[in-house]
């Protein structure tokens, strides 16, 4: 059974611009979550998204926004990156939203300048 | 606000020498914890979930006990290759949010 898989692998983007990274969760999950992991700090919770729909979103500015698309796949996308945007961005699928644990993609290192 | 303390930060054992990981936990109803092992600049590989005090789940050298405030990772004669962060996550029961709130982790090295 495939994973969790993400893309792109590694990005280096300047302040200022626009990325979009992307997520496919294992076949049958409907729920994808997005974390960000900087560096020396804990996984920080962004955005749940389940049947197509964002159920949850933590603490984070506007420009950190998403979708989930038919498929359950999942895209996000960050605008006017900041230096401290620089983190290992993780991808998490589940069976679904209630009580199950989470499944986690290799990352995408994403490093501003 | 659902809390998660990990301890120690680090933890440097010789081969074969067993120790324990501890999680403690604030939470407004549990729902599960999970454990996770995490490799530099990897993903969080998912171990175990528990759900109820008393409960315990094994996988090779590692085994995961639950309380009503902690739980306990415990490794039996590590190897090298058991060398990762391991991470604990706890899931609230109510709110309808279901979101994980994760602790900082646990560095684990083990020495040959």
């Known amino acids: 059974e495939a994973g969790v898989t993400q893309s792109p692998t590694h990005l280096i983007k300047t302040r200022g611009q626009q990325v979009t990274l992307r997520c496919s969760p294992i076949?049958?999950?409907?729920?994808v979550y997005w974390y960000q992991q900087a560096l020396g700090l804990g996984l920080q919770f962004l955005l749940w998204?389940?049947?197509?729909?964002?159920?949850n979103r933590g603490n984070f500015p506007p420009r950190f926004s998403g979708r989930q698309f038919p498929n359950y796949s999942s895209e996000l996308n960050v605008n006017a990156l900041e230096l401290e945007d620089s983190a290992l961005y993780l991808c998490a699928s589940s069976s679904s939203g209630q009580g199950h644990e989470q499944y986690f993609g290799p990352g995408t290192r994403l490093t501003v300048t | 606000e659902d809390q998660v303390t990990q301890s120690p930060e680090a933890l440097r054992l010789q081969e074969g020498e067993s120790s324990s990981l501890n999680c403690s936990y604030t939470?407004?109803?549990?729902?599960?914890l999970f454990w996770y092992r995490q490799d530099p600049g990897k993903g969080p590989e998912f171990l175990f979930t528990?759900?109820?005090a008393g409960e315990e789940k094994e996988k090779e050298r590692l085994k995961a006990t639950l309380t009503k405030k902690e739980s306990f990772l415990h490794i039996t004669a590590p190897k090298p290759e058991d060398s990762a962060t391991y991470l604990c996550?706890?899931?609230?029961?109510?709110?309808?949010?279901?979101?994980?709130?994760f602790g900082r982790g646990t560095s684990l090295i083990v020495h040959p």
């Open positions: 998204y389940d049947e197509g729909e964002e159920r």
């Open positions: 939470v407004s109803g549990l729902r599960g």
């Open positions: 996550a706890v899931q609230p029961a109510s709110g309808g949010s279901y979101i994980p709130t």
């Open positions: 076949s049958g999950h409907t729920s």
């Open positions: 528990l759900y109820s």
